[in-house]
């Protein structure tokens, strides 16, 4: 394990061939957002999603396999030299028997959680002590259909997160307009349901994210471009619903269909991004209700901004547009919320999720 450097690494996963790059490593400078690259790993079929544990220089990307004769999910456990920005492969296991697009890691180490959309599953895997993927423990098959016949024919689950205290796990179901609510047994290393929370019908329930304080969740809508706020009991688990905002300026007629949803690391503002508007849009958050006024829309400088991500300090904020393949870095005025483009961009095919991490 590599020496505290305090450097800011850059993860980038994407849509590639196995026989070509599909994990990048940048190195990231802070004060002008320039992007240099350290490192490209290739073996891996659509390595999309990724997650980082910096504490302990690992990193894990989903992945395709081959499950009981069809293509399914896996993941890929890598050792990371902060130095030199180099990744190492330590294993692969395949788990579920479809393939998979989001992939998150319980606060104590001990479980990874996949998502499978056009399977409709969620998945819990062990975590081994040295930091390698174990076996699938459990398997949850998520049933029913929405309202929007092209998008909503069935469930389609799309993330999970974890709470702040670890306790429940927030599954967003696109597919039925629900996001699921589940702990985990201990004693019989399982998932078991907690809760549903509805969302108003045709949203389409992408992402989520919980406010600093711990006492909201947002949560962004793919189907209908919106963000639902809700608040937040963290005794309960329970979500309560505060109101519902577009992501779209007013009057927008075109396509679109939303992404990815972060919160500032000091609770004031939100970022959601719109994939046909190509924009991210900000609100200011109201610390007293939870509730968004909207500040503005930014272009993403690029097209179908599939993921973006603030960095640790929330100084600059990174976008990964796919179909013009590349990351665009944005300046963040932490006082009003608002993004100003460096000029900074990197060349990087089909990027699908960006992660910033300082080691």
Partial sequence: MSEQLNRLLLFIGSYAEA??????????????GALNRLDQVSGLANPTFLNVDAANHKL????????????GGAVASFEIDSA???LQVLNREANLGSTTCHINRSKDNR??????????????????????????????????????????????????FFSPDGR???VSDLGIDVVRTYTINEESRSLEFHADTLLPPGSGPRHLTFHPSGEYVYVINEVNSTIAAFSYDKSSGKLSALEVVS????????????AEIAVSCDGRYLYGSNRGHDSIVV????????????????????GHPRHFALTPEGKLLVVANRDSNNLTVFRVDVETGRLTFTGETAEVSKPVCVQPVRF
């Fill in 247 to 258: 992501t779209l300026p007013e009057g927008y007629q075109g396509e679109n269909i939303t």
């Fill in 19 to 32: 026989e070509g790059p599909g994990v990048y490593v940048y190195e990231l400078n802070e004060d002008n």
């Fill in 84 to 86: 030199s920005g180099k």
């Fill in 168 to 170: 429940y796990l927030f």
């Fill in 111 to 160: 479980y990874l959680v996949v998502s499978s959309y056009h399977g409709g599953t969620v998945g819990l895997i062990e975590l081994l002590s040295d930091g390698t993927v174990g076996r699938l423990l459990d398997t949850k098959q998520h049933t029913g259909q929405g309202t929007n016949p092209e998008r909503q024919e069935k469930p389609h689950v799309h993330s999970a």
């Fill in 283 to 302: 609100y200011q958050i109201n610390p007293d209700t939870g509730k968004l006024s909207y500040v503005e829309h930014v272009s993403t400088e690029g």
């Fill in 60 to 71: 894990y990307a989903i992945t395709e396999a081959k499950v009981d004769g069809n293509k």
